[in-house]
């Protein structure tokens, strides 16, 4: 169990540019979330993926966010014509679940995403 | 939906002191109620988390957390704070048929020697 990875660390780029996050979830876990986190706040909800399926989009994620998780293990955060309002920390997590239930998620260590 | 306050947005306590966080939440289920510590530029790391049964719960590193249904709190104390405790604190809760977590705004805590 290597943990959850994100890469890259750290993103700058202009305003205006596309990018894109990757996450490595625990193996096994079939579970996968992203949240975006602003400076002095806590993680807020983007989209979450059962497997390979989008399950739920927050009305956070503008049509200029895509998530993708095709074969049901790592996943990409697209971001197009990114703004300076996009700045902040894109964090993954991931568990293990059956049902409905509520799971135990654990977060990689996050993509700092800076927006010129 | 469910939402959750930390009230205290800095605590500054001295190393070997106790410590209290708080946590409320406003869910109208059962809540599944999590605590998570963050270092700076890093990842969220679980510390406890109650599902149900015992209201008193253990976690990592010498912290423990209550759940009061009556007061809608899930506060997080340790006996004695070390050096190393210094960090941001966040509380979170899921909910019973959703699997999105909802969290505080953080708390940050401040070890003075």
């Known amino acids: 169990d290597t943990g959850v990875s994100q890469n890259p660390r750290h993103k700058i780029t202009k305003r205006g540019q596309n990018v894109t996050f990757r996450c490595d979830p625990i193996s096994e876990h079939n579970r996968l979330y992203w949240y975006r986190q602003t400076l002095g706040q806590g993680p807020e909800f983007l989209t979450y993926?059962?497997?390979?399926?989008?399950?739920?989009k927050s009305r956070l994620l503008s049509d200029r966010f895509s998530a993708e998780r095709p074969k049901g293990s790592f996943s990409t955060l697209e971001i197009q014509r990114t703004e300076q309002g996009d700045s902040a920390m894109y964090l993954c997590a991931s568990s293990l679940a059956s049902g409905y239930s509520t799971d135990t998620q654990y977060f990689g260590p996050g993509t700092r995403l800076t927006v010129l | 939906a469910q939402s959750v306050t930390q009230p205290d947005i800095h605590i500054t306590v001295s190393e070997g002191a106790s410590l209290e966080l708080r946590c409320n939440y406003s869910?109208?289920?059962?809540?599944?109620l999590f605590w998570y510590v963050q270092s700076p530029g890093q990842g969220l790391q679980l510390l406890l988390k109650?599902?149900?049964?015992?209201?008193l719960v253990q976690g990592i590193k010498g912290f423990e957390a209550e759940f009061k249904r009556s007061q809608s709190s899930f506060n997080l104390r340790k006996p004695s704070v070390h050096w190393s405790d210094a960090a941001e604190y966040f509380c979170?809760?899921?909910?019973?048929?959703?699997?999105?977590?909802?969290f505080g705004a953080g708390t940050i805590l401040r070890v003075k020697s």
């Open positions: 993926f059962q497997n390979e399926a989008q399950l739920e």
């Open positions: 109650y599902f149900s049964g015992d209201t």
């Open positions: 869910y109208g289920a059962t809540p599944y």
């Open positions: 979170a809760v899921g909910a019973e048929y959703g699997n999105k977590l909802v």
